[in-house]
Protein backbone atom coordinates (compact mmCIF):
# COMPACT_ATOMS: atom_id res chain seq x y z
CA UNK A 1 0.00 0.00 0.00
CA UNK A 2 1.09 3.73 -0.84
CA UNK A 3 2.31 5.40 1.87
CA UNK A 4 0.33 8.33 1.09
CA UNK A 5 -3.29 6.61 1.37
CA UNK A 6 -3.43 6.30 5.29
CA UNK A 7 -6.44 3.64 5.70
CA UNK A 8 -9.95 5.37 6.55
CA UNK A 9 -12.59 3.42 7.85
CA UNK A 10 -16.25 5.24 7.38
CA UNK A 11 -19.40 4.51 9.08
CA UNK A 12 -22.54 5.21 7.61
CA UNK A 13 -25.41 5.47 9.90
CA UNK A 14 -28.01 5.55 7.17
CA UNK A 15 -31.33 6.32 8.73
CA UNK A 16 -30.45 5.45 12.14
CA UNK A 17 -29.30 7.59 15.74
CA UNK A 18 -30.74 10.70 14.20
CA UNK A 19 -32.11 12.07 17.48
CA UNK A 20 -30.35 11.91 21.22
CA UNK A 21 -28.28 8.80 20.79
CA UNK A 22 -26.33 10.00 18.03
CA UNK A 23 -23.60 11.98 19.94
CA UNK A 24 -23.74 8.97 22.81
CA UNK A 25 -22.69 6.91 19.75
CA UNK A 26 -20.18 8.67 18.36
CA UNK A 27 -18.83 9.48 21.74
CA UNK A 28 -18.28 5.75 22.22
CA UNK A 29 -16.59 5.26 18.65
CA UNK A 30 -14.21 7.91 19.58
CA UNK A 31 -13.07 6.35 22.73
CA UNK A 32 -13.03 2.91 21.26
CA UNK A 33 -10.43 4.19 18.18
CA UNK A 34 -8.38 6.25 20.35
CA UNK A 35 -5.65 4.25 19.77
CA UNK A 36 -5.79 3.70 16.09
CA UNK A 37 -3.52 6.56 15.45
CA UNK A 38 -2.61 5.40 11.61
CA UNK A 39 -5.83 5.34 10.79
CA UNK A 40 -8.78 7.51 9.73
CA UNK A 41 -12.07 7.25 11.06
CA UNK A 42 -15.41 8.84 9.95
CA UNK A 43 -19.03 8.67 11.37
CA UNK A 44 -21.74 9.59 8.84
CA UNK A 45 -25.11 10.30 11.28
CA UNK A 46 -28.27 11.65 9.26
CA UNK A 47 -28.72 15.55 8.49
CA UNK A 48 -30.75 16.05 12.05
CA UNK A 49 -27.77 14.41 14.24
CA UNK A 50 -24.72 16.17 11.91
CA UNK A 51 -24.51 19.19 13.88
CA UNK A 52 -25.26 18.11 17.10
CA UNK A 53 -22.66 15.35 16.35
CA UNK A 54 -19.86 17.67 15.33
CA UNK A 55 -20.12 19.87 18.25
CA UNK A 56 -19.85 17.12 20.73
CA UNK A 57 -16.61 15.38 19.33
CA UNK A 58 -14.98 19.11 19.11
CA UNK A 59 -15.84 19.87 22.80
CA UNK A 60 -14.18 16.34 23.66
CA UNK A 61 -11.04 16.77 21.86
CA UNK A 62 -12.08 14.03 20.03
CA UNK A 63 -10.11 13.02 16.35
CA UNK A 64 -12.90 11.07 14.84
CA UNK A 65 -14.20 12.96 12.05
CA UNK A 66 -17.92 13.68 10.37
CA UNK A 67 -19.06 12.99 7.35
CA UNK A 68 -22.82 13.87 5.50
CA UNK A 69 -24.50 10.79 3.48
CA UNK A 70 -25.92 12.96 0.54
CA UNK A 71 -26.70 16.28 -0.45
CA UNK A 72 -28.26 19.05 -3.43
CA UNK A 73 -25.33 19.66 -6.01
CA UNK A 74 -26.87 23.55 -6.07
CA UNK A 75 -25.61 26.01 -3.80
CA UNK A 76 -29.26 27.38 -2.23
CA UNK A 77 -32.01 27.72 -3.88
CA UNK A 78 -35.57 26.40 -3.58
CA UNK A 79 -35.15 23.05 -2.83
CA UNK A 80 -37.53 22.07 -0.24
CA UNK A 81 -36.17 18.99 1.81
CA UNK A 82 -32.48 19.33 0.31
CA UNK A 83 -29.13 20.72 1.85
CA UNK A 84 -26.27 22.36 0.48
CA UNK A 85 -22.57 21.35 0.60
CA UNK A 86 -21.87 24.57 2.37
CA UNK A 87 -24.36 23.74 5.23
CA UNK A 88 -22.79 20.68 5.61
CA UNK A 89 -19.88 22.23 5.54
CA UNK A 90 -21.09 24.81 8.31
CA UNK A 91 -22.91 21.83 10.95
CA UNK A 92 -19.26 20.10 10.60
CA UNK A 93 -18.92 17.75 8.36
CA UNK A 94 -15.33 16.53 6.62
CA UNK A 95 -16.69 14.23 4.36
CA UNK A 96 -20.12 13.66 2.07
CA UNK A 97 -20.91 10.29 0.90
CA UNK A 98 -22.09 10.78 -3.13
CA UNK A 99 -23.66 7.98 -4.80
CA UNK A 100 -23.94 5.60 -2.87
CA UNK A 101 -25.85 2.37 -4.21
CA UNK A 102 -28.97 2.99 -2.56
CA UNK A 103 -29.28 6.44 -3.71
CA UNK A 104 -28.99 5.39 -7.08
CA UNK A 105 -31.49 2.71 -6.60
CA UNK A 106 -33.76 3.87 -4.59
CA UNK A 107 -33.80 7.44 -5.61
CA UNK A 108 -32.52 7.17 -9.26
CA UNK A 109 -29.22 8.88 -9.37
CA UNK A 110 -27.47 9.23 -12.36
CA UNK A 111 -23.96 9.33 -13.30
CA UNK A 112 -24.28 12.65 -14.13
CA UNK A 113 -26.20 13.91 -10.84
CA UNK A 114 -23.01 12.09 -9.03
CA UNK A 115 -20.47 13.66 -10.65
CA UNK A 116 -22.34 17.28 -10.40
CA UNK A 117 -22.74 16.26 -6.66
CA UNK A 118 -18.85 15.12 -6.74
CA UNK A 119 -18.42 18.62 -8.12
CA UNK A 120 -20.62 20.53 -5.32
CA UNK A 121 -18.75 18.48 -2.67
CA UNK A 122 -15.00 19.92 -3.64
CA UNK A 123 -15.86 23.49 -4.29
CA UNK A 124 -17.39 23.36 -0.45
CA UNK A 125 -13.85 22.40 0.54
CA UNK A 126 -15.32 19.13 1.71
CA UNK A 127 -14.00 15.53 0.86
CA UNK A 128 -16.39 13.06 -1.51
CA UNK A 129 -16.67 9.34 -1.23
CA UNK A 130 -17.89 8.49 -4.07
CA UNK A 131 -19.71 5.08 -4.31
CA UNK A 132 -19.67 2.59 -7.61
CA UNK A 133 -20.50 -0.81 -7.93
CA UNK A 134 -22.45 -3.55 -9.66
CA UNK A 135 -26.34 -5.21 -9.26
CA UNK A 136 -26.13 -8.72 -9.18
CA UNK A 137 -27.91 -8.94 -12.39
CA UNK A 138 -24.94 -7.47 -13.97
CA UNK A 139 -22.03 -9.30 -11.73
CA UNK A 140 -23.80 -12.40 -13.17
CA UNK A 141 -23.66 -11.24 -17.09
CA UNK A 142 -20.09 -10.12 -16.27
CA UNK A 143 -21.06 -6.47 -16.19
CA UNK A 144 -19.21 -5.64 -13.11
CA UNK A 145 -16.37 -3.63 -14.65
CA UNK A 146 -17.98 -2.10 -17.53
CA UNK A 147 -20.22 -0.88 -15.03
CA UNK A 148 -17.75 0.35 -12.43
CA UNK A 149 -15.60 2.07 -15.59
CA UNK A 150 -19.01 4.10 -16.32
CA UNK A 151 -19.72 4.93 -12.96
CA UNK A 152 -16.20 6.62 -12.59
CA UNK A 153 -15.44 8.07 -15.36
CA UNK A 154 -17.94 10.13 -14.39
CA UNK A 155 -16.61 11.43 -11.70
CA UNK A 156 -12.41 10.99 -12.91
CA UNK A 157 -12.09 14.14 -14.21
CA UNK A 158 -13.49 15.84 -11.42
CA UNK A 159 -11.40 13.98 -8.70
CA UNK A 160 -8.44 14.28 -10.86
CA UNK A 161 -8.15 18.25 -10.28
CA UNK A 162 -7.28 17.76 -6.15
CA UNK A 163 -5.83 14.18 -6.59
CA UNK A 164 -6.28 12.42 -3.25
CA UNK A 165 -8.65 14.54 -1.63
CA UNK A 166 -11.36 12.19 -2.62
CA UNK A 167 -12.34 9.01 -2.23
CA UNK A 168 -13.28 5.88 -4.33
CA UNK A 169 -15.83 3.21 -2.31
CA UNK A 170 -16.70 -0.20 -4.18
CA UNK A 171 -20.12 -1.38 -3.23
CA UNK A 172 -21.32 -4.18 -4.88
CA UNK A 173 -24.71 -3.83 -4.33
CA UNK A 174 -25.88 -7.59 -4.20
CA UNK A 175 -23.49 -7.37 -1.19
CA UNK A 176 -24.82 -4.76 0.52
CA UNK A 177 -27.06 -5.34 4.00
CA UNK A 178 -27.40 -9.05 2.50
CA UNK A 179 -24.54 -10.55 4.51
CA UNK A 180 -23.32 -11.41 1.52
CA UNK A 181 -19.65 -10.20 0.76
CA UNK A 182 -17.32 -10.18 -1.85
CA UNK A 183 -14.45 -12.47 -1.27
CA UNK A 184 -11.51 -11.06 -0.36
CA UNK A 185 -9.68 -11.80 -3.92
CA UNK A 186 -12.76 -10.93 -5.64
CA UNK A 187 -12.67 -7.49 -4.03
CA UNK A 188 -9.17 -7.02 -4.83
CA UNK A 189 -9.27 -7.54 -8.67
CA UNK A 190 -11.94 -5.07 -8.62
CA UNK A 191 -10.27 -2.51 -6.57
CA UNK A 192 -7.37 -3.83 -8.80
CA UNK A 193 -8.90 -2.70 -11.95
CA UNK A 194 -9.97 0.87 -10.27
CA UNK A 195 -6.52 1.50 -9.41
CA UNK A 196 -5.44 1.11 -13.15
CA UNK A 197 -8.56 3.15 -14.41
CA UNK A 198 -7.60 6.34 -12.01
CA UNK A 199 -3.99 5.74 -13.37
CA UNK A 200 -4.94 5.87 -17.07
CA UNK A 201 -6.20 9.49 -15.52
CA UNK A 202 -3.01 10.09 -14.13
CA UNK A 203 -0.22 8.09 -11.66
CA UNK A 204 -0.49 10.64 -9.10
CA UNK A 205 -4.33 10.29 -9.00
CA UNK A 206 -3.82 6.48 -8.63
CA UNK A 207 -1.04 6.61 -5.96
CA UNK A 208 -2.67 9.01 -3.51
CA UNK A 209 -6.68 8.00 -3.81
CA UNK A 210 -8.17 5.40 -1.75
CA UNK A 211 -10.13 3.09 -2.75
CA UNK A 212 -12.38 1.82 0.28
CA UNK A 213 -14.46 -1.91 -0.15
CA UNK A 214 -18.21 -1.54 0.87
CA UNK A 215 -20.99 -4.84 1.67
CA UNK A 216 -21.50 -6.16 4.56
CA UNK A 217 -17.82 -5.56 6.13
CA UNK A 218 -18.23 -6.81 9.53
CA UNK A 219 -15.22 -7.59 12.81
CA UNK A 220 -15.08 -11.29 11.26
CA UNK A 221 -14.07 -10.60 7.76
CA UNK A 222 -12.63 -7.18 8.30
CA UNK A 223 -9.18 -7.86 8.54
CA UNK A 224 -9.29 -10.47 4.99
CA UNK A 225 -10.19 -7.48 3.17
CA UNK A 226 -8.13 -4.62 4.03
CA UNK A 227 -5.10 -6.98 3.89
CA UNK A 228 -5.70 -6.78 -0.05
CA UNK A 229 -3.03 -4.39 -1.85
CA UNK A 230 -5.50 -2.16 -3.38
CA UNK A 231 -8.24 -1.84 -0.51
CA UNK A 232 -7.63 1.48 1.37
CA UNK A 233 -10.34 1.11 3.70
CA UNK A 234 -13.70 0.06 4.40
CA UNK A 235 -17.63 1.84 3.88
CA UNK A 236 -19.45 -0.25 6.70
CA UNK A 237 -22.83 0.11 6.85
CA UNK A 238 -24.97 -2.02 9.76
CA UNK A 239 -21.97 -2.88 11.82
CA UNK A 240 -21.21 1.07 12.21
CA UNK A 241 -24.21 1.16 14.69
CA UNK A 242 -22.07 -0.55 17.48
CA UNK A 243 -19.12 1.07 18.34
CA UNK A 244 -17.30 -2.02 19.55
CA UNK A 245 -17.82 -3.76 16.11
CA UNK A 246 -16.96 -0.51 14.69
CA UNK A 247 -13.68 0.07 16.50
CA UNK A 248 -13.26 -3.46 15.88
CA UNK A 249 -12.86 -3.27 11.86
CA UNK A 250 -10.72 -0.36 12.77
CA UNK A 251 -8.43 -1.86 14.66
CA UNK A 252 -7.86 -4.53 12.02
CA UNK A 253 -6.89 -1.53 9.83
CA UNK A 254 -5.04 0.16 12.33
CA UNK A 255 -2.68 -2.85 12.78
CA UNK A 256 -2.16 -3.81 8.86
CA UNK A 257 -1.22 -0.25 8.54
CA UNK A 258 1.37 -0.33 11.52
CA UNK A 259 2.86 -3.82 10.29
CA UNK A 260 3.59 -1.99 7.09
CA UNK A 261 0.77 -3.78 5.07
CA UNK A 262 2.21 -4.59 1.71
CA UNK A 263 1.08 -3.43 -1.68
Known sequence: MDPLRRPLIAGNWKMHAGGADSCDLALAVAEATRSCGATDVLVAPPFTALAAVSHRLSEAGAALMVGAQNLHPEPKGAFTGEVAAGMLREAGADWVIVGHSERRQLFGETDELVARKTKAVLAAGLRPIVCVGETLAQREAGETLSVVERQLGAVLPILAERPGVGAIAYEPVWAIGTGRVAKPEDAQHVHGAIRGMLAEKS?????????????????????????????????????????????????????????????
Open 203 to 263: RELAQSTRVLYGGSVKPDNAEGLLRQPDIDGALVGGASLDAAGFAAIAQAAEKLASAGKPG
